[in-house]
């Protein structure tokens, strides 16, 4: 392999689909024959799989640090309810684009003053912004139902065919199917050269400047896309659950999810993923200990985690299945995280 | 007429009391670079040891309140000694996630040893009620607060600026290589500053018991208060963050008296405007490091 291939032929390798990816997707639709009467809560995993995948986006590739995430997870909730519930557009899949068109546009407009300034700046104007529509929503409670929530959300079937049942059967499988779209839209991003762009943003914005990559209109690019899937995330919750409340706007959401995205690690998509799933069963095991007090233990898994350090986590975690693959093919590795952004 | 000069005194007495809970912010947030979004984790402590000491052991108030300053500046230095010392370098991400494990801790221990309703601190008789001051009603408890908040403010603005400690903290803060260079131990200097404003937030958290309520959310509901107060106010010195507190304490009971209705919308269009228009706060100089 000659040295000015090797960049181009590694970034293709990576890309190129493994075969313990397929075994994951494969995994996650066992899963919904596996447990046919735990629904709900996975379609709870799958929704905040979603949500994670779309922090991930700009933290793990832009290293854009967000306080304020919820803001448009919860713009496309109420969007969603708010398109269903007047009727205005009644079928699910229009519906969820639409919602996540609308926390499109909030994304681009807000992606302007999160792009100026440095991380402090940051994460005040992210988590001023999702302050800023919790407040709104409160106080226009003639539209969004304040803090009784919207109610009596009648949700049409899928497609004029699949109508949601009370099991969550066709909401699971809904919702499986839109993270998996949009999962793989997510993946043809990061690997594309706008994905390696970002990554370089997120190593070194002025290098990156100076190699020619235009770092600010990059940023507000992923930042849109990613308030595009937090939308839908939000969405999905409303069509799934049949409620928005104000609480999609909480600091307590947009915390969670920063929990979820560094359990699973940033920066390999997959960490959203895995990290929602054991982020929910680690609430389960907590609630069942410490029913009310179950924010305890989170955020002590939170100290640890920063404690201990994420890398070195990860490296530990990922240690048992690396070795077992290595006895079948000496290259290969299971998804390493890359290094966090700083 | 009265009103205006009745809510400006409020505003003032919140501003004031804003201050002594959130300095202690603008020296890890502002100064040390640190984003320590558990601070208000300390006030709580300070509220709550004040509460236990004055309503079941009945402490008068006033011996309450060193108590509560000393016990949330011993919490201070144990884990700033224990924990937060090794983050100093890490990224602005783990201090993000440290810190908000820290609350979420925080919240559920404190919900879990006192329950979850507001808890109010029995204040003196001499403390109650008002003055009538030319036609002007202005509460005893809120001008004990200006005085004392006041007078802290003072004397932290003269330590900062004429003692030897003063000047080593800026030389810690500035270069901490050079100053440790000089002789300066900055760690000992570190450590020692963190456990002070963690005092006065606890002192900070006992006196606002009477006016902002004291319950287990205390550190999530002004979280975002105390990060206004700094990033507003900047980190050049400690008339920044103090004339941020004026602002924002005005502000907020100005927009809670006459435009009820837009709740808190006000301060947080007023703190994004500002952030974007000056990303380094009002009286900030520019890139603190």
């Known amino acids: 392999m000659t040295a000015p291939a090797d960049v181009g032929t590694h970034a293709r390798q990576h890309a190129r689909w493994h075969w313990s990816e397929i075994a994951f997707w494969i995994l996650a639709l066992a899963c919904a024959f596996l447990f046919p009467s735990r629904y709900l809560i996975m379609t709870d995993i799958v929704r905040l799989a979603l949500f994670a995948l779309s922090l991930d986006l700009i933290l793990g590739y832009a290293g854009i640090v967000s306080l304020g995430h919820a803001a448009f997870f919860g713009v496309g909730a109420y969007s969603a309810g708010l398109l269903a519930l007047h009727g205005v557009i009644t079928e699910p899949v229009l519906a969820l684009i639409a919602a996540g068109l609308v926390a499109t546009v909030l994304g681009f407009v807000t992606s302007f003053l999160v792009i100026r300034g440095a991380d402090l700046t940051r994460l005040m104007v992210t988590l001023g912004i999702a302050l800023l529509l919790e407040a709104l929503a409160e106080r226009f409670s003639d539209i969004t139902g304040g803090t009784d929530g919207l109610q009596g959300i009648e949700m049409a079937p899928i497609v004029r065919l699949f109508s949601f049942d009370m099991f969550g059967k066709v909401g699971f499988f809904y919702s499986l199917a839109v993270l998996f779209l949009l999962f793989l839209l997510a993946r043809r991003i990061v690997h594309s050269p706008f994905g390696l762009s970002l990554r370089a943003i997120r190593n070194n914005p002025l290098r990156a400047a100076a190699i020619g990559i235009p770092v600010n209109r990059r940023l507000i690019a992923i930042y849109t896309i990613a308030a595009f899937y937090a939308g839908i995330a939000g969405a999905l919750f409303t069509q ?50 410490t029913p009310q007090y179950w924010q305890f233990w989170i955020g002590l898994v939170l100290v640890v985690i920063v404690l201990l350090g994420r890398q070195r986590l990860h490296r530990w975690v990922l240690w048992g299945p690396n070795l077992v693959i290595r006895q079948f093919d000496r290259k290969a590795v299971v998804a390493v995280p890359e290094s966090d952004a700083s | 007429m009265t009103s205006l000069f009745t809510n400006l005194f409020d505003g003032v007495a919140y501003g004031m009391l804003l201050f002594v809970l959130a300095c202690g912010l603008a020296v890890t947030l502002g100064l040390m670079n640190f984003v320590n979004l558990a601070h208000g984790s300390f006030a709580m402590a300070g509220g709550y040891v004040c509460a236990v000491l004055v309503n079941q052991h009945g402490w008068p108030f006033f011996a309450g309140l060193p108590l509560a300053f000393a016990a949330s500046a011993l919490i201070g230095v144990v884990l700033e000694r224990a924990l937060y010392r090794h983050l100093y370098s890490r990224s602005h991400l783990d201090q993000v996630l440290f810190s908000v494990g820290l609350v979420f801790m925080s919240v559920a221990a404190v919900d879990y040893i006192m329950g979850s309703s507001r808890v109010f601190i029995k204040i ?107 990033t507003v106010g900047g980190s050049s010195s400690i008339t920044g963050p103090f004339l941020a507190s004026l602002l924002l304490g005005i502000g907020d009971v100005a927009g809670k008296y006459y435009v009820p209705k837009m709740g808190p919308f006000v301060i947080y269009t007023i703190m994004i405007v500002i952030l974007i228009w000056r990303p380094n706060g009002l009286f900030g100089r520019t890139a603190a490091r």
């Open chain 2, 124 to 230: 003196p008789q001499a403390l109650e009620g008002q003055i009538d001051f030319f036609g002007v009603g202005i509460g005893r408890y809120r001008l004990m607060i200006i005085v004392i908040c006041g007078l802290l403010t003072v004397g932290l603005q003269l330590v900062l600026a004429r003692t030897r400690f003063g000047s080593r903290l800026r030389a810690a803060v500035d270069d901490p290589r050079a100053a440790s260079g000089l002789g300066i131990n900055v760690p000992q200097v570190f450590a020692f500053t963190f456990a002070f404003g963690c005092g006065l937030a606890g002192l900070g958290g006992a006196l606002s018991a009477e006016i902002l309520g004291l319950d287990p959310y205390f550190p999530l509901k002004f979280m975002i208060y105390f990060l206004i107060v700094v």
């Open chain 1, 240 to 289: 799934t659950t049949q409620l928005a409340s104000l609480d999609v706007f909480s600091f307590e959401r947009s915390a969670d999810l920063m929990l979820v995205v560094v359990i699973g690690g940033t920066g390999y998509l997959y960490g959203g993923l895995i990290g929602a799933v054991v982020f929910r069963m680690l609430q389960e095991v907590f609630s069942t200990l």
